[in-house]
Nanobody
Framework: QVQLVESGGGLVQAGGSLRLSCAAS????????MGWFRQAPGKERDSVAT?????????YYADSVKGRFTISRDNAKNTVYLHMNSLKPEDTAVYYC????????????????WGQGTQVTVSS
């Protein structure tokens, strides 16, 4: 089992940057595929980015964030990151990280463990 805690959210102006962190506790962090998801008020939870287990050689990005966001992982620190650049007001949402054993997937229902979320607000 793994526990996840997100941090790094906040209020930023459009065009700015943030780095979200997701710290994991528990065993074998490196064996988990990780994902970042977001949920805006009144909307469904959408995938943002995913990264494969172990060395994180495979990544996925939603079309809406390609070229602006980067997902990475540091297995020595049991942490996955989401670097967000050129932020837009439509990026405003609660951002969640999630973990699963197996192949990384953008389908949120496939993930077994979730953090509590961190709010990102982008002002225009």
């Amino acid at each position: 089992q793994v526990q996840l805690v997100e941090s790094g959210g906040g209020l930023v102006q459009a065009g700015g940057s943030l780095r979200l962190s997701c710290a994991a506790s528990g065993r074998s962090f490196s064996s988990y595929a990780m994902g970042w998801f977001r949920q805006a008020p009144g909307k469904e939870r959408d995938s943002v980015a995913t990264i494969s287990s172990w060395h994180g050689g495979s990544t996925y990005y939603a079309d809406s964030v390609k070229g602006r966001f980067t997902i990475s992982r540091d297995n020595a620190k049991n942490t996955v990151y989401l670097h967000m650049n050129s932020l837009k007001p439509e990026d405003t949402a609660v951002y969640y990280c999630a973990a699963r054993v197996g192949i990384a997937t953008p389908r949120s229902r496939e993930y077994d463990y979730w953090g509590q979320g961190t709010q990102v607000t982008v002002s225009s």
